[in-house]
């Protein structure tokens, strides 16, 4: 059997924990997109890095003329494509330009939240882990599960929740308004 893997942290902590600056961006992403806490935001932060850092290295191997760092720089760019998070025609340039909130944009909380399947970022996230969401046919509890482009269009309420009937209170139909108030049939009973 063996020994289990060692868990490592997927993020990296800011080196200065009381930068006024910092706090205040921090606190305006993690209310902007519903985070749990800040070390959600600290692992997109993480991602990017880790993307920025291999991007600048396949640079530098380009102006040294390696073959290889053509079929890398494309493996990367594919895989951001994927995602929605660049176009196919993105160079290397284009990945260095990225910010974390490109990274928060594809979170499955905030595409339920854009697509309008929740009217906040909180109440996103409890549909979610609550077992509200599909993603294609099977369900997903994870919030900070990154959506591909091609799984966008397939995410929806599960066929056993509450929140599938068109007349439930809290959920958001595209044609009603906030505040109006469903049609249940009986106004027509009434005309007759």
């Known amino acids: 059997m063996g020994d289990p893997k060692k868990i490592r942290k997927k993020y990296e902590t ?41 991007a600048r290295d396949i640079q530098a191997s380009l ?28 160079t290397a340039d284009d990945i260095l330009a ?35 969401i599909l993603v294609g046919d099977r369900k997903v509890t994870i919030p900070g599960y990154k959506v591909l482009k091609s799984e966008e269009e397939s995410i929806n309420y599960a066929p056993s929740s509450p929140f599938n009937n068109e007349l439930h209170p809290m959920r958001m139909v595209g044609e009603r308004k906030e505040g109006e108030v469903p049609a249940t049939g009986e106004e027509n009973k009434e005309e007759s």
């Open 14 to 54: 800011p080196r200065h924990p009381f930068e006024g600056e910092r706090i205040k961006a921090e606190n305006k992403l993690v209310a902007a997109y519903g985070l749990k806490n800040k070390r959600e935001l600290w692992k997109a932060e993480s991602e990017l890095r880790k993307y920025r850092t291999n």
């Open 98 to 132: 990225l910010n974390v909130q490109s990274f928060l944009e594809r979170r499955l909380q905030t595409i339920v939240l854009r697509k309008g399947l929740a009217k906040t970022p909180g109440m996103a996230r409890q549909l979610i882990v609550h077992g509200h």
């Open 63 to 90: 102006r040294l003329g390696d073959q290889r760092a053509l079929e890398r720089i494309k493996s990367m760019i594919g895989r951001l494509s994927r995602y929605g998070i660049l176009t196919e025609n993105a």
